[in-house]
């Protein structure tokens, strides 16, 4: 059974250095020094990571910066072998952050509760995503009163007081996509965090690898999360090791990225501003419209990338006006939150992030799924092994 609930739609105002376009410039970041591979060197391991992770999902045991030589494709299951039964008579409450990709989370992380017995509720589906009305969400989930909440790319320190209820209240709390510290006071439980980290490096060494060493990007940031900052910063970091290749990176915010007519003023003065830049990265697929719109008016050849395969990413990506997508699975990280969350109504140990596992995928025109969610699971079948975890087979 799923119970949907509304939030209303709430306009805050989130904090941030901006110019007056709405967007904060940064310097070029530094290159590396000293000691790094040789350019030709560089972009054949990044062809060859590229490769790998557009035939494959790549793992890796951290979702912060992982060196390129603990990169590998999985090819055995790397995550838990044994779950503690999965309880009766009781439900879990997803909240998303309101954009697209929570929403298409959110959604498949009920699918799979419900399947197993749980009673479910979406929270916050199709609202807005900035603090104040996640806020709102947090609050319209306590308010269920129910046995576990799992929130998609909520952080913590945005909702810490409503974390605290949730612990006083016996509710379990799991996080996805929200690199803060778990376990303590206004903080979640525990975590099942979205390997975006992993696939925003991924994404980098596409950018190298597709550029063949001649890349010269403008990458926006959204520090009002730190899970786009982790994944931004990964993503600087791989392209700094390409000594051909330039980058610098442009602060907006998600309220900048909703408003179309302020996105495209946005970007057009980006384009405008960097005669040489070849390449575009967005964090995720809102504003994404207005991108393609934007590189379209300039008449330049300069390609996009972003992370997040969701419907409009991929929409994009199909129509050609994307050149590549990096991406976890949210199924996927639906069935690891969901186990999480079974460990924490048995008070059994959680799963340590480190044998989540971490996964993630490349996406181009040639590979485009249908859809993002359970698109994995021609790669590997990881529905089963869950499955069987949890006695359902």
Same mark, same amino acid.
């Given at each position: 059974m799923v119970t949907a609930v509304a939030t209303a739609v709430i306009a805050a105002s989130l904090a941030a250095c901006t110019s007056s376009s709405g967007a904060a410039y940064t310097s070029p970041e530094p290159k590396s020094s000293g000691g790094g591979t040789s350019a &030709?060197?560089?972009?054949?391991q990044a062809q060859k990571i590229t490769q790998d992770a557009e035939n494959g999902v790549v793992y890796a045991a951290t979702n912060n910066f992982t060196p390129a030589d603990q990169l590998k494709v999985m090819t055995t299951w790397r995550g838990p072998t044994t779950t503690p039964p999965v309880p009766t008579g009781k439900s879990i409450a997803f909240v998303s952050c309101g954009a697209l990709v929570c929403n298409e989370t959110a959604q498949a992380g009920a699918r799979i509760a419900g399947k197993i017995g749980f009673k479910t509720s979406l929270v916050n589906i199709n609202g807005a995503a900035d603090i104040q009305n996640i806020n709102q969400a947090m609050s319209s989930a306590l308010a269920l009163h129910p046995s576990a909440i799992i929130g998609i790319c909520i952080t913590a320190t945005q909702v810490a007081d409503k974390l605290e209820q949730a612990r006083k209240a016996g509710i379990v709390t799991v996080s996805t996509? &929200?690199?803060?510290?778990t376990g303590g006071t206004g903080q979640f439980d525990t975590s099942a965090d979205f390997a975006n980290g992993l696939s925003a490096e991924l994404l980098g060494f596409g950018i190298v690898a597709h550029s063949e060493g001649k890349a010269n990007v403008v990458a926006i940031k959204d520090e009002s999360f730190p899970a786009i900052i982790r994944k931004i910063g990964n993503?600087?970091?791989?392209?700094?090791?390409?000594s051909t290749c330039k980058i610098k990176t442009v602060t907006?915010?998600?309220?900048?990225?909703v408003n179309s007519a302020?996105?495209?003023n946005i970007l057009t003065g980006i384009i405008n501003a960097n005669s040489d830049m070849n390449t575009l990265v967005l964090p995720y697929s809102v504003g994404m419209p207005s991108a393609v719109q934007a590189v379209r008016s300039s008449g330049r050849d300069i390609k996009i990338y972003a992370d997040d395969a969701d419907a409009v990413?991929?929409?994009t990506l199909r129509a050609g006006s994307e050149e590549m997508i990096s991406s976890v699975d949210p199924e996927l990280a639906m069935y690891q939150a969901v186990d999480q969350a079974i460990r924490g109504?048995?008070?059994?140990?959680?799963?340590?992030?480190?044998?989540?596992?971490y996964l993630a995928h490349l996406y181009t025109k040639a590979n485009v799924p249908n859809?993002?969610?359970g698109a994995f699971l021609t790669l590997f079948d990881y529905a089963s092994v869950y499955s069987k975890l949890w006695h359902q087979s």
């Open positions: &030709d060197a560089y972009v054949q996509c &929200d690199p803060t510290r993503l600087v970091q791989v392209v700094q090791g390409c907006w915010q998600i309220t900048d990225a302020k996105a495209a990413n991929l929409q109504l048995n008070k059994t140990p959680f799963t340590d992030a480190s044998t989540l596992p859809s993002g969610v």
